[in-house]
């Protein structure tokens, strides 16, 4: 979710004029629409970047574990999976050209306030689970090339995780500039495994009878088990493209540019985690890479190529760290938009003087960062993020049916009826224990979306002592 916006007020948002003015409530004066600045080339940038990172960099030795050398078996379904929910994006940001996204399509869809609530809190969780797992890859082997393994993980994972949240109090300008440059030192550090991979193949390096090992554990059941587990593990390293349709209202023309950026950013981000995937197991044995928190370092060092490893590492860190810094800012705009419209505590919506950075929002998000990181490890906490998506998309999926008895004047890219239909379906059923992940998985969503009610039941109580409504009158 675009961390420049707050949460849409939970009620119904009645336009359906793309560029009309939003409207403040009772009272209280339209604020003017947002400049149409993004073009198609943008947007397919954008979705790109906002794709790469901790996924690709951090889980793919994690995901080797689950299946073995058939590596890139699980990024190809995902990159299908990925594809449907796009295609539902895709249709949704057509007819509604707002920002909000899943949370603004859920109240459209069901208008059930509390629904609303919980997709857009777990979208947040999603974000800390997501920063958290790349600051322990952050502290990990890429680090430890660096240092010899001098300096203690977890507390350098949370010292991290505080560096951020110092640049997120700083302000958001900070923030996007750093964010634009760590993009393309993470999309440097793709390129490189790529060509050494080409590099690897050309000269007959590696070992192909890798590329279709099934190592799952067993046969039958346990097999599809263990495909489904790491796919929804590798489907981390999808998420993102869904935070695009958050630009809407600053983009030319978004009923025809979101369909090309979509579907293209996903196509290019998921042709290159294939190729990744293929090129790893090409060239490392899947017990290496499994025990790595760092696998393309390993294929740099297993690649034949004079390519310094200590530069890959820092190349690593910066891609991580972009990860980490989108996803925080991403949880503290929408923790701070939520308290403004009432569906959390009023505290959490504080702005920093000075820097008009929403402190509370930051603090809090911080929090909990810090408590999964000092809990976790990067497989779980990927899995989590995976596993809090998969639900909110599988909702999103749902709504885009529901949706289709509501018409719009514009014309919109419509997807075939079957393909939000298996969009819902395949992200139930890697949401689903058929999916072979850790129960810890379960529990730590659990315990974030119960934070969350808990807030939630906390702020209700507070309006009603005070007799005011979610509007705040």
């Given at each position: ?6 949460l ?8 359906t004029?793309?560029a ?7 009272g209280?004066?339209?604020e ?7 073009g198609?080339?943008?947007l ?21 574990g689950?299946v ?8 190809a ?7 449907l ?8 940001v057509?007819?509604?050209p ?15 306030p ?26 990990g ?15 350098m ?6 560096a951020?949240?110092?640049l997120n109090?700083?302000?958001v ?10 993009t ?9 495994i ?12 590696g070992?192909p ?27 981390f390293?999808?998420v ?6 958050n630009m809407?209202?600053e983009?030319?023309n ?7 950026g ?6 290019v ?16 044995p ?14 740099v060092?297993a ?6 490893h200590?530069?890959?590492a820092?190349i ?14 991403m ?8 308290a403004n419209?009432?569906?959390?505590p ?6 920093l ?7 509370v ?6 929090l ?5 990181v ?6 779980g ?11 909110v998309?599988?909702v ?6 529901v ?5 719009v004047?514009?014309?919109?890219f419509?997807?075939?009826t079957?393909?939000?239909?298996l969009g819902?379906v395949?992200?139930?059923?890697l ?26 039941a906390?702020?209700?109580l507070?309006?009603?002592?005070r007799g ?6």
């Amino acid at each position: 979710m675009d961390p420049r916006r707050p949460l849409p007020h939970s009620g119904a948002v009645s336009s359906t004029d793309p560029a009309a003015p939003a409207p403040r409530g009772p009272g209280r004066p339209e604020e003017p629409a947002l400049k149409r600045a993004i073009g198609p080339k943008l947007l397919i940038l954008f979705v790109i970047g906002d794709i790469l990172g901790t996924g690709i960099y951090a889980t793919t030795g994690k995901v080797a574990g689950k299946v073995g050398g058939a590596l890139w078996l699980p990024f190809a379904i995902g990159f299908v999976v990925a594809l449907l929910t796009a295609a539902s994006y895709v249709e949704l940001v057509g007819k509604y050209p707002k920002a909000a996204g899943a949370a603004l399509y859920t109240q459209r869809a069901f208008k059930v306030p509390f629904l609303t609530f919980i997709v857009a809190f777990m979208v947040m969780c999603s974000g800390l689970s997501s920063a958290s797992a790349a600051a322990l890859a952050f502290s990990g082997d890429y680090l430890d090339e660096l240092t010899n393994g001098a300096l203690p993980a977890t507390l350098m994972a949370i010292l991290f995780v505080l560096a951020l949240a110092a640049l997120n109090l700083r302000g958001v300008s900070e923030s996007v500039k750093a964010n634009v440059v760590l993009t393309l030192v993470e999309i440097t550090g793709l390129a490189i495994i790529l060509g050494i991979g080409l590099y690897a193949a050309l000269s007959g390096d590696g070992d192909p009878s890798r590329l279709g090992d099934l190592e799952t554990g067993g046969t039958g059941y346990a097999l599809f088990s263990g495909v489904l587990g790491a796919t929804a593990l590798g489907f981390f390293a999808f998420v993102g493209f869904e935070d695009s349709v958050n630009m809407a209202e600053e983009t030319v023309n978004p009923q025809r540019t979101f369909p090309r950026g979509i579907f293209l950013g996903v196509a290019v981000t998921g042709t290159v985690y294939v190729l990744v995937a293929l090129v790893s197991s090409l060239l490392v044995p899947t017990s290496t890479l499994e025990k790595s928190s760092g696998p393309l370092l390993e294929v740099v060092k297993a690649g034949g190529v004079d390519f310094p490893h200590e530069l890959f590492a820092v190349i690593a860190l910066f891609a991580v760290s972009n990860s980490a810094l989108i996803n925080i800012m991403m949880a503290s705009r929408l923790c701070y938009g939520m308290a403004n419209e009432r569906i959390l505590p009023r505290a959490m919506g504080r702005v920093l003087p000075g820097r008009r950075t929403p402190i509370v929002g930051i603090v809090f998000v911080t929090l909990l960062a810090i408590g999964l990181v000092s809990t976790g490890e990067i497989a779980g906490l990927g899995d989590t993020t995976s596993f809090l998506l998969l639900c909110v998309f599988a909702v999103v999926n749902v709504a885009v049916l529901v949706l289709r008895r509501d018409r719009v004047e514009q014309h919109h890219f419509r997807a075939p009826t079957a393909v939000p239909v298996l969009g819902a379906v395949t992200a139930l059923i890697l949401a689903s224990p058929l999916a072979d992940r850790e129960a810890g998985v379960y529990i730590r969503a659990g315990v974030l979306v119960l934070i969350g009610v808990a807030l939630w039941a906390v702020n209700k109580l507070v309006l009603r002592v005070r007799g005011e409504d979610a509007a705040g009158r």
